[in-house]
């Protein structure tokens, strides 16, 4: 987005035509009013930058079909110039002219008709260039269908259009609508701009050189010349070829923008303007600095300008307006935009089946008022007072702190341990954090380190969808990947598709817009076709719904996002028969269950509520769960995590509905997971973080889980933990102290996880071959946190153990026959209870078995050592106890 500067923001409001309420589509849900209509497609424009148009900014819906457009404003319009005493010179018309065509001839391009051209739609900015206001109108309201008031002014319209009259889509029955204007139609309204400025400055000589390029007839210019009254100034002036260039207004003899442009009359203007670059996008193959140009002097950017708020871009001027207080329905019913009614006021009017009519007539506030009212930032600027400029430029390099010095710093280190949802709604903080992350991100990939460290902070959610691209690893020409892909050709999974999108996240405006129906197929089919081995199972909208929605204007960005989301933290799950996969994840899931809360995991195995195909799984993917504001939190985590961070996840939000699984049956969880309650996200996540910090990272080891990268960094790192474990690794290579793949059959058979014998070595800090030692490094506590129990006989025991391990033999907890004793020898381990308890054996199934019965005693964190004693015998660290002397 174009930076502020000069700019004001300005808010204009109108009604989109209201639906009846008992009508309903051809798929039998409700049809979508056009309020949302307008706004879904709304979103396009504000991708529309260039030097001659003002900048959309947001659209807000509010009550009766009520929108409200926040856009790029200016104060001064072509109306200025009509009124100044003195003329305005040819050369300034000619300016005028080129640089209005320049805007339309880049909106032509972009699929745009302005169509509502008038003079106070033609802004000036300080230095006198043309802005073009509100040339988005005719696009979102579908062409004028979706309103009550017909878009263009009759004084600036072509004959075309008059010809055709208005058309609302509530009056469909009534005939076909007419056809969409095209680019001609606004050279028309130019041509009657410029007449109207040549009038009044008697420039009109330039007027009629210009006409006769634009191809309107003189009779035209000579009904326009009576309404001004200028008929005898312009009658002597018009040359003779003007009569033998038109000859009617026929659409085929009028050019379009750009053919005027090229126009002979703008060749000693054209030469004054540089070509606009288009600014290259962060994922792309072409050179973000390619046309970067700096000062000879850099001192000279910011010499004598102290407003840093302006040079910030328009969207984060209004997000930070917004957190300070701004209101826009106030705003306007300042202004008197907004007028509120009694509610008997209000009332309908009846029509009796004579066609006679009783009650209100027509409000004629709900036709249009293109009223553009000035927001004021008065109280945003007052809020920043006190941030100093070094906060609007960091530097980078600087790793003491990610926080500005100013006179508020204490506040701003402060708020780092607030809340979240207290966070972003701090402007102060998120100024700060905008201006960090947006350097960051234009810094990308160089900067993906320092990205993730200040994403395990918190993300700014102005730029969330960048953030989440650039933690999920996405680089690249992602859009000419994107249109490379058929998303045309129909396929069988299309009508699949078609049925899930209008149930998937349909409360949020955006989503449930025909607009985002149209993105969520083109999305969705694009990830099926470029995915041949994969399969579309139902839950692929729901993840594509927060990608889509954060970048709804880059189909591409959420096409990617989604692409390297799956097969990081869903691998395989949507293969044609992912049953295997599935079944697998569950169970690794309920493994943590047992390990976090075993009180909880024997209530649920009792009355047989477990995860499976036929129970609700409790996977944090299923994201039409949660609304998208608290799932956007949740993964704003997940994205900081490995693959098996979603299972810490799932027991934290069981957790936190525990009280209720404990003292209701297997029906009463059933309704209880129908209708989920209200979850603290906030703490949900906290939680989270300290459950991944104590679960020993081979204790979700699954065999159909992504395979191992071969390098690591420290993209999985929460930071600093109280907790013994720390979450800074990335998996490593397979050794012979990894974890060994386990039958489906014999997983399910065992309630504890299995940790390797290279977790083991690596949480009791033991000291041997340097090859057997894992290179990530653990604090000093972690002795005090881990105990490692061997429950082989003492003789065993004896003869060799792990230093530090305390030997509880299996025979002192069950008989021969494996029944449980009187007094099992367990009671010795009730010291040791909440720290992580590693069972050995050098039979797998006795220790499946130990590990059972001290989950079934509430014993938390139990794991049993994969492969038993015997890995451990080659590594050389086992030891033998010293004699009694």
């Known amino acids: 987005m174009q930076p502020l500067r000069d700019a004001e ?58 929108l409200v457009v926040v856009a790029e404003h200016y104060e001064h319009n072509l109306k200025d110039l009509f009124k100044q ?120 000589s330039v007027f009629t050189v210009f006409f006769c390029s634009a191809g309107c007839m ?79 002097d850099i001192n000279e950017l910011c010499k004598g300008n102290e407003d840093y708020l302006s040079e910030r871009s328009v969207d984060e001027v209004y997000h930070l307006w917004c957190l300070a207080g701004g209101d826009l329905e106030k705003e ?52 920043l007072k006190d941030v100093a400029g070094e906060a609007y430029y960091p530097l980078l390099e600087d790793e003491q702190s990610s926080l500005p010095q100013s006179n508020s710093n204490n506040e701003l280190s402060a708020a780092v341990s607030l809340p979240l949802i207290i966070r972003e709604r701090d402007t102060e903080y998120q100024l700060t954090r905008i201006v960090l992350f947006d350097r960051l991100l234009k810094a990308y990939p160089y900067k993906k380190n320092q990205i993730w460290k200040e994403a395990r902070v918190d993300i700014p959610p102005l730029l969330r969808g960048l953030a989440w691209a650039a933690l999920l690893g996405v680089e690249g020409d992602i859009q000419a990947k994107y249109d490379g892909i058929d998303k045309d050709t129909p396929i069988p999974t299309d009508r699949q598709i078609e049925v899930d999108i209008p149930r998937c996240h349909q409360y949020d405006e955006l989503l449930s817009s025909p607009q985002g129906h149209i993105k969520f197929r083109r999305v969705l089919k694009a990830w099926v076709v470029s995915h041949p081995d994969l399969v579309y199972w139902q839950g692929l909208d729901s993840l594509c719904a927060p990608f889509l929605y954060l970048n709804f204007n880059n189909e591409a960005l959420a096409y990617a996002c989604m692409s390297a989301f799956i097969p990081k933290y869903l691998y395989n799950f949507f293969l044609k028969d992912n049953s295997h996969v599935i079944q697998e994840y569950l169970t690794v899931f309920s493994q943590m269950i047992a390990f976090h809360d075993p009180e909880l995991s024997n209530h649920l195995n009792e009355i047989g509520f477990i995860p499976d195909g036929q129970i609700p799984d409790f996977s944090v993917f299923s994201t039409d769960v949660f609304p998208l504001h608290k799932i956007f939190h949740l993964w704003d985590t997940l994205l900081l995590g490995n693959s098996s961070f979603p299972f810490c996840i799932g027991v934290a939000i069981l957790q936190q509905l525990r009280d209720r699984l404990l003292a209701n049956g297997f029906n009463e969880c059933i309704l209880l997971f ?30 159909h889980a992504q395979p191992p990268k071969p390098t690591g960094d420290s993209s999985s790192s929460f930071g600093k933990n109280p907790a013994y474990y720390s979450a800074e ?11 060994e793949p386990l039958k489906l059959s014999e997983l399910k058979a065992e309630i504890s996880p299995r940790i390797s014998a290279e977790d083991l070595i690596d949480l009791c800090e033991l000291t041997g071959p340097a090859h057997f030692k894992t290179p990530v490094k653990r604090p000093k506590t972690v002795k005090t946190k881990i105990v490692a129990v061997d429950i082989r006989s003492s003789e065993d025991f004896n003869r060799g153990h792990i230093p530090g391990s305390i030997n509880v033999p ?53 794991c049993v050592l994969d492969g038993g004693m015997n890995k451990m015998k080659p590594t050389g660290l086992l030891t033998v106890p010293s004699p009694q002397i």
Not at 680 to 694: G, Q
Not at 729 to 739: A, C, E, I, K, V
């Open 9 to 66: 923001l300005g808010a204009f409001t109108f009604f989109a035509s209201p639906l009846p309420h008992d009508v309903c589509g051809s798929n039998g849900l409700p049809l979508t009013p056009n309020s949302i209509k307008i706004l879904g497609r709304f979103q396009i424009l504000k991708t529309i930058t260039h030097p001659r148009l003002c900048q959309y900014v947001d659209i807000s819906r509010g009550k009766h079909e009520r």
């Open 85 to 204: 005493d003195k003329p305005v010179s040819s050369e300034k018309v000619l300016q005028i002219a080129y640089e209005m065509l320049e805007g339309l001839a880049f909106m032509n391009k972009h699929g745009l008709v302005h169509r509502a051209l008038s003079p106070h739609n033609v802004l000036l900015d300080c230095k006198g260039k043309v802005k073009l206001a509100k040339f988005g109108l005719y696009h979102m309201t579908d062409h004028g269908a979706d309103v009550d008031f017909p878009i263009g002014y009759p004084s600036y319209l072509p004959p075309e259009v008059i010809a055709q009259g208005s058309f609302h889509s509530s009056e469909g029955s009534l005939g076909e609508p007419p056809l969409p204007s095209g680019p001609k139609a606004d050279v028309w309204s130019l041509g009657v701009l410029l007449f109207e400025l040549c009038a009044v400055c008697a420039s009109i």
């Open 218 to 296: 003189d009779d035209i210019v000579t009904v326009l010349a009576e309404e001004h009254g200028c008929l005898d100034i312009i009658k002597p002036d018009i040359p003779f070829q003007l009569h033998n260039c038109v000859v009617d207004v026929n659409l085929c003899h009028r050019p379009t923008p750009a053919e005027l442009l090229e126009d002979i009359v703008f060749e000693g203007v054209s030469c004054l303007y540089t070509p606009y670059q288009i600014p290259v996008s962060l994922f792309s193959s072409s050179l973000r600095c390619a046309h970067l140009e700096l000062p000879e």
């Open 332 to 383: 306007l019913t300042n202004k008197g935009i907004i007028q509120s009614k009694p509610p008997v006021c209000t009332l309908p009017n009846f029509i009796l089946e004579d066609g006679e009519s009783f009650g209100q007539s027509r409000d004629r506030s709900f036709l249009l008022d293109d009223t553009t009212v000035t927001l004021s930032l008065c109280q945003l600027k007052n809020r």
């Open 674 to 703: 129908s209708d989920l309650p209200e979850i603290d996200i906030e703490r949900c996540v906290r939680e989270s973080i300290n459950l991944f910090c104590w679960t020993p990272k081979s204790a979700t080891y699954r065999q």
């Open 729 to 739: 690794y990335q998996d490593l290579p397979n050794t012979d102290l990894s974890r």
């Open 810 to 862: 299996y025979s002192s907890v069950f008989g021969p026959d494996g029944e449980m004793l009187q007094s099992p020898g367990t009671n010795a381990l009730t010291s040791y209870k909440g720290r992580v308890i590693v069972v050995l054996s050098n039979i797998m199934k006795n220790a499946a078995t130990f590990a059972a019965h001290l989950v079934k005693v509430n014993y938390p964190r139990v």
